[in-house]
């Protein structure tokens, strides 16, 4: 007479175990995707202009960006410049240093908001054509190295050489205007054409 004896396995856990994952999880989802998905980049590059966009943009003129090239427009700036000087020559306590920093920043904040900051136009027309584009992408359908443009970009360097000058080459009022330079002057590089930052980004 033969006996069975039966065996009976016990699985413990200890309470720190954790669950491994399985096996062909990660194998699946590399095969999916052929590689893993990275985070969204910190620059978003802004796709070519389709058909449709170009058309609507050939219907009317744009008013938004047609003004930099009208009589006076260029007079425009050193009259702000001039201006803002004298702003700040008669707040009591102002030094020729300072003012000229202060200056240097004001119009720097100004036109960077101005052609670079804002997308897109105030007013409906083109079916919404430009919302894609800052004013300086839009200024002669974007064409680099215009009259308008090679303006727009000395304006702020002279001021800068200007204000370098009149604080007689300190190092703290000089790496100060220099950042304010280097953030209107490199968006208007070909280099960073129809970039975006994140928050600034079209969905």
């Known amino acids: 007479m033969t006996s069975h ?10 309470p720190d175990a954790k669950l491994a994952p399985p096996e062909n999880s990660s194998m699946s989802s590399t095969t999916k ?7 969204s980049s910190i620059i978003y590059q802004e796709p070519p202009e389709t058909v449709e966009q170009i058309s609507d943009q050939a219907v009317n003129p744009n008013l938004n960006s047609q003004w930099v090239n009208a009589k006076g427009a260029w007079t425009i700036h050193p009259v ?9 020559d008669i707040i009591p306590g102002v030094t020729q240093e300072i003012s000229w920093t202060l200056t240097n920043i004001t119009y720097m904040t100004g036109s960077y908001l101005m052609f670079h900051w804002v997308r897109g136009v105030p007013f409906e027309f083109n079916a919404g054509a430009y919302d894609h584009l800052n004013m300086w992408e ?6 680099q190295y ?4 090679k303006f727009l970009l000395t304006v702020p360097i002279v001021l800068f050489l200007l204000s370098t000058h009149y604080t007689h080459y300190d190092l703290t009022y000089f790496i100060i205007n220099f950042l304010a330079l280097m953030a209107v002057v490199i968006p208007k590089l070909p280099l960073v054409n129809k970039l975006l930052l994140p928050r ?4």
């Open 5 to 14: 004896t039966t065996l009976h396995r016990t699985i413990s856990f200890t």
């Open 33 to 39: 995707t052929g590689r893993r998905r990275r985070s």
């Open 138 to 143: 839009q200024i002669d359908n974007g064409d």
């Open 146 to 149: 215009t009259p308008a443009k």
């Open 200 to 203: 600034n980004k079209q969905r």
């Open 80 to 88: 702000i410049i001039i201006g803002l000087k004298i702003f700040f």
